[in-house]
């Protein structure tokens, strides 16, 4: 692969700046997911990420639509979701890993897991997950509503009510619906439509909390030129998500207990108009888990954390067939405290695969706090993933399956720096190296190769580093920058990969929350990425620069009223995120109004 040299991080070096002490901190435990652009019409939880830090998203069109996650430059399957130490996978593609039929406002700020922290609490994705957790409810009640310049709009509502009782206890309940119609989200014109519902039962208490969630997602979205197929043919996606969450945690923070469990209906509907008929498949795919965790401490010295989950998956296919299989987990990672300043860490993980061999995934961890504001960590840690039912049995114009797929495993090891010399000032400095074994990708063995295929491409060897400052310059102005380095080595690389071998060697960031006066904010985004070279990638080059600019008004009288004006790829760029598929999302303005009380 050919080398690129790195990008200049423009105005980075503002970050340096140090504000005076009376800065109030930066960073608050508990707080609500707030990232920026939250005043777009695109209110999906896969639009809200795509401004966290350590997170990729990288979306078909519009984020609400069909959107990858990616951490640390892994293919979708790599990475996704968990609630409460449960992972909400998607058996039968994995690329609707993102999808939560659930407002943001409902959960705390999300945490990017990997390592052993990942696979301690519980969440098992190949290289990295997205925690969300619910936050402790108050009485609240939101309505708000948006258009754009493409002529789409959305409306949404929910409220929250909360009853205290005797004994400390907090009873709420809490309830949500959206709608979003946003037409030519793409270059192809593909419109996105999505309708979703949701309620919550939340009981608080001096000993833990306890959340049952149940929520539904339908929408319809255009895929005309997605998924390798070309775009004279007209295609549509309609899927309909049916999710209940439950979630029990103590907040003794030296015993943590945390009990959860999932159950999910996905139903997806893909129709392809050719020249010959109509192409459709129709899948339903059922997921059911269970998850415990628990760590004891022995003595002060010596603590062992424990979690056991179980987990089936149903799918019952047009196109892929009808097809069942569970898994379950174990793991054990006992703590050490050696000195006062250094903590070891050392179990493993076992994975009993129905229809796969079982995996052993050893875990090691070590961290050094030479003061209360720094620490140093070792981390090693394995894990392992089966393929989709996709990956094995799918076969359309665009894309083919192979049935002789194995579970494919990586090893991972990071070596990393956290840093918070004042409230006010944080910085994390991470490097790491992957190595996954039995690599699937969907790839091009050749220029004339008339469809992706799935194929394992063997041993992948990552190396990477990630880079994050967070600053509080002033009283009204906080600044976050990133920096990600990534490079990679494959045993087999063909002549075009769609996912595990398109990445992107450096991406930088820059985002800005300045309140410019009492009721006036602005918010800006600047990331800038240069991809890997990709033979299928002909049209828009190999470097993005995509802005983001949202401003944000709350009249003196009203303060309970925003109004926001919104801008998304401001400079219009026309970077392709997926090679071989001309399809890109072009500049779009919108302006919303928000009433929360």
Same mark, same amino acid.
Request: hydrophobic share 35%; net charge negative.
């Given at each position: 692969?050919?080398?690129?040299?790195?990008?200049?991080?423009?105005?980075?070096?503002?970050?340096?700046?140090?504000?005076?002490?009376?800065?109030?901190?930066?960073?608050?435990?508990?707080?609500?997911?707030?990232?920026?652009?939250?005043?777009?019409?695109?209110?999906?939880?896969?639009?809200?990420?795509?401004?966290?830090?350590?997170?990729?998203?990288?979306?078909?069109?519009?984020?609400?639509?069909?959107?990858?996650?990616?951490?640390?430059?892994?293919?979708?399957?790599?990475?996704?979701?968990?609630?409460?130490?449960?992972?909400?996978?998607?058996?039968?593609?994995?690329?609707?890993?993102?999808?939560?039929?659930?407002?943001?406002?409902?959960?705390?700020?999300?945490?990017?897991?990997?390592?052993?922290?990942?696979?301690?609490?519980?969440?098992?994705?190949?290289?990295?997950?997205?925690?969300?957790?619910?936050?402790?409810?108050?009485?609240?009640?939101?309505?708000?509503?948006?258009?754009?310049?493409?002529?789409?709009?959305?409306?949404?509502?929910?409220?929250?009510?909360?009853?205290?009782?005797?004994?400390?206890?907090?009873?709420?309940?809490?309830?949500?619906?959206?709608?979003?119609?946003?037409?030519?989200?793409?270059?192809?014109?593909?419109?996105?439509?999505?309708?979703?519902?949701?309620?919550?039962?939340?009981?608080?208490?001096?000993?833990?909390?306890?959340?049952?969630?149940?929520?539904?997602?339908?929408?319809?979205?255009?895929?005309?030129?997605?998924?390798?197929?070309?775009?004279?043919?007209?295609?549509?996606?309609?899927?309909?998500?049916?999710?209940?969450?439950?979630?029990?945690?103590?907040?003794?923070?030296?015993?943590?207990?945390?009990?959860?469990?999932?159950?999910?209906?996905?139903?997806?509907?893909?129709?392809?108009?050719?020249?010959?008929?109509?192409?459709?498949?129709?899948?339903?795919?059922?997921?059911? +888990?269970?998850?415990?965790? *628990?760590?004891?401490?022995?003595? #002060?010295?010596? /603590?062992?954390? %424990?979690? $056991?989950?179980? &987990?089936?998956?149903?799918?019952?296919?047009?196109?892929?067939?009808?097809?069942?299989?569970?898994?379950?987990?174990?793991?054990?990672?006992?703590?050490?405290?050696?000195?006062?300043?250094?903590?070891?860490?050392?179990?493993?993980?076992?994975?009993?695969?129905?229809?796969?061999?079982?995996?052993?995934?050893?875990?090691?961890?070590?961290?050094?706090?030479?003061?209360?504001?720094?620490?140093?960590?070792?981390?090693?840690?394995?894990? +392992?993933?089966?393929?989709? *039912?996709?990956?094995?049995?799918? #076969?359309?114009? /665009?894309?083919? %399956?192979? $049935?002789?797929? &194995?579970?494919?495993?990586?090893?991972?090891?990071?070596?990393?720096?956290?840093?918070?010399?004042?409230?006010?000032?944080?910085?994390?400095?991470?490097?790491?190296?992957?190595?996954?074994?039995?690599?699937?990708?969907?790839?091009?063995?050749?220029?004339?190769?008339?469809?992706?295929?799935?194929?394992?491409?063997?041993?992948?060897?990552?190396?990477?580093?990630?880079?994050?400052?967070?600053?509080?310059?002033?009283?009204?102005?906080?600044?976050?920058?990133?920096?990600?380095?990534?490079?990679?080595?494959?045993?087999?690389?063909?002549?075009?990969?769609?996912?595990?071998?398109?990445?992107?060697?450096?991406?930088?960031?820059?985002?800005?929350?300045?309140?410019?006066?009492?009721?006036?904010?602005?918010?800006?985004?600047?990331?800038?990425?240069?991809?890997?070279?990709?033979?299928?990638?002909?049209?828009?080059?190999?470097?993005?620069?995509?802005?983001?600019?949202?401003?944000?008004?709350?009249?003196?009288?009203?303060?309970?009223?925003?109004?926001?004006?919104?801008?998304?790829?401001?400079?219009?760029?026309?970077?392709?995120?997926?090679?071989?598929?001309?399809?890109?999302?072009?500049?779009?303005?919108?302006?919303?109004?928000?009433?929360?009380?």
């Amino acid at each position: 692969m050919k080398k690129h040299h790195l990008l200049p991080l423009l105005s980075i070096a503002a970050l340096s700046v140090f504000a005076q002490e009376t800065i109030p901190p930066l960073l608050v435990q508990d707080s609500p997911l707030s990232i920026s652009q939250s005043g777009g019409l695109d209110t999906s939880l896969a639009a809200y990420l795509r401004y966290e830090p350590g997170v990729q998203v990288i979306p078909q069109g519009i984020a609400g639509g069909s959107s990858d996650l990616s951490i640390r430059g892994s293919a979708f399957s790599g990475a996704g979701l968990s609630f409460g130490g449960v992972a909400l996978r998607n058996p039968q593609t994995e690329h609707f890993h993102s999808d939560f039929p659930f407002p943001a406002w409902w959960l705390a700020a999300p945490e990017v897991r990997t390592g052993t922290r990942q696979a301690a609490c519980g969440e098992g994705h190949l290289a990295g997950t997205v925690a969300l957790t619910p936050l402790p409810m108050r009485a609240r009640r939101v309505v708000s509503g948006g258009v754009d310049s493409e002529g789409g709009f959305s409306l949404t509502g929910g409220l929250q009510y909360v009853q205290e009782t005797l004994h400390g206890n907090t009873f709420g309940l809490g309830a949500f619906a959206g709608f979003m119609d946003a037409p030519n989200v793409d270059s192809l014109g593909n419109d996105v439509e999505s309708v979703r519902v949701g309620a919550q039962m939340q009981h608080l208490s001096p000993f833990g909390q306890t959340d049952v969630w149940l929520g539904y997602q339908e929408k319809t979205f255009g895929t005309t030129g997605y998924y390798g197929v070309s775009p004279e043919f007209q295609s549509e996606e309609t899927t309909e998500d049916t999710l209940i969450l439950g979630t029990f945690r103590t907040f003794d923070s030296e015993a943590p207990l945390e009990l959860s469990v999932m159950v999910r209906e996905f139903k997806d509907d893909y129709r392809l108009d050719l020249p010959t008929g109509l192409f459709r498949n129709e899948h339903t795919t059922n997921t059911r +888990a269970v998850e415990a965790g *628990y760590r004891h401490p022995v003595n #002060e010295f010596f /603590g062992v954390t %424990g979690r $056991a989950s179980f &987990d089936t998956e149903e799918i019952q296919s047009s196109n892929l067939g009808n097809f069942d299989r569970s898994r379950g987990t174990l793991t054990l990672l006992p703590d050490f405290l050696a000195a006062d300043n250094l903590r070891l860490f050392a179990g493993a993980r076992a994975e009993f695969l129905e229809d796969f061999d079982n995996e052993f995934l050893p875990l090691a961890r070590a961290e050094f706090t030479p003061g209360e504001t720094l620490m140093f960590y070792v981390d090693y840690s394995e894990s +392992a993933r089966r393929p989709s *039912y996709t990956e094995l049995n799918y #076969e359309s114009p /665009g894309s083919l %399956g192979n $049935a002789g797929l &194995d579970v494919q495993t990586q090893r991972s090891l990071e070596v990393g720096a956290q840093w918070q010399p004042a409230p006010h000032t944080f910085t994390s400095i991470t490097l790491f190296r992957h190595e996954t074994k039995d690599t699937v990708d969907w790839i091009r063995s050749d220029a004339a190769a008339p469809r992706w295929q799935a194929e394992n491409i063997g041993t992948v060897t990552t190396l990477g580093a990630e880079l994050l400052l967070r600053q509080r310059v002033t009283q009204d102005l906080d600044i976050t920058g990133t920096l990600t380095l990534l490079d990679k080595d494959a045993d087999n690389e063909p002549f075009a990969s769609r996912y595990a071998l398109d990445y992107a060697r450096q991406i930088a960031g820059l985002q800005l929350d300045w309140q410019i006066q009492d009721g006036l904010r602005l918010e800006a985004n600047q990331s800038v990425r240069n991809q890997v070279d990709n033979n299928l990638r002909t049209r828009g080059g190999d470097t993005q620069f995509l802005t983001s600019l949202a401003l944000h008004a709350r009249p003196e009288t009203i303060p309970q009223l925003q109004v926001s004006l919104t801008a998304s790829n401001l400079l219009d760029d026309d970077f392709r995120d997926f090679a071989g598929q001309d399809t890109y999302a072009e500049r779009r303005f919108a302006a919303s109004v928000s009433y929360d009380w």
